[in-house]
């Protein structure tokens, strides 16, 4: 149930936590957020400086991310480069500040590797839960607000309150009656992701996050067409 690499718990063991907390935060009306962190450009990382500097880093941003938690919160290794977050009595306005100074603290601590210090951003996609809703829905949420962190050009985090407090300000999509019509839906009603696919197609819905392909995070946000190496800090 450890993740021999990194010493977080792994996907199976977020599992088995995740269902107990959400029936637990379900019984007492309480809130809870998953966040779902991706470091960028991860793979050139390691196509440019090895695996072996590639596993540096990720032992380096999960010694952050165990040092920001509070205690009783906890994080996994999703899969990759990607991790998970469950931030207990958090709901989204307080996960948002919260991951935006793990944001930071990740980007402001360079890694130390053989060959210099190694600057690293990270995405960060937020999913809530409202009082309904399953751990599926709140993983969904969250995969897709990661999808738009990536799409929006990298190194933030995305909500799916600031998306629709964003698109309420331009007046765009349905005016202003979006955000009160989205925000009064459930996590599994209000999946919301605005863009298109690979194949240039209007996206509707989120997918379920465990089919999500966490190696083609920044593919898809690139294109396909893949980062210059210069992209990646110096």
């Keep these: 149930t450890v993740d021999e690499l990194t010493g ?3 996907r199976r063991a977020f599992y088995e936590r995740a269902d107990e ?3 637990l935060a379900h019984r007492h009306g309480s809130p809870l957020s998953l966040l779902m962190i991706d470091i960028d450009r ?3 990382v390691n196509d440019h400086y090895g695996h072996d500097t590639g596993d540096l880093v990720l032992r380096h941003v999960a010694g952050i991310m165990k040092a920001e938690l509070r205690e009783g919160d906890w994080v996994a290794r999703w899969g990759g480069e990607e991790f998970i977050i469950f931030l207990h009595q958090s709901d989204t306005a307080a996960a948002h500040v919260a991951m935006e100074r793990l944001r930071q603290a990740i980007k402001g601590n360079p890694v130390s ?3 210099g210090p190694l600057d690293i951003t990270s995405s960060i996609g937020i999913g809530s839960f409202r009082g309904e809703g399953d751990l599926a829905s709140v993983l969904s949420e969250a995969d897709g607000c990661l999808f738009e962190a990536k ?3 990298r190194d933030r985090v995305v909500s799916l309150v600031a998306q629709l407090d964003e698109a309420y300000d331009r007046r765009s999509w349905h005016g202003p009656n979006l955000r009160g019509s989205l925000r ?3 996590p599994a009603q209000a999946s919301w992701r605005p863009g298109r696919d690979r ?3 209007e996206r509707g819905g989120l997918p379920a ?3 999500a392909d966490h190696h083609s995070r920044d593919e898809e946000a690139d294109g396909n067409r893949g980062p210059a190496v210069q992209d990646v800090g110096q």
Aim: glycine share 20%; proline share 0%; charged share 10%.
């Design 151 to 153: 799409h929006a050009g």
């Design 199 to 201: 194949q240039g197609r």
């Design 42 to 44: 991860f793979k050139l």
């Design 113 to 115: 590797t053989a060959h």
């Design 209 to 211: 996050a465990t089919g």
């Design 8 to 10: 977080l718990i792994n």
């Design 184 to 186: 009064g839906l459930g």
């Design 21 to 23: 907390h959400i029936a």
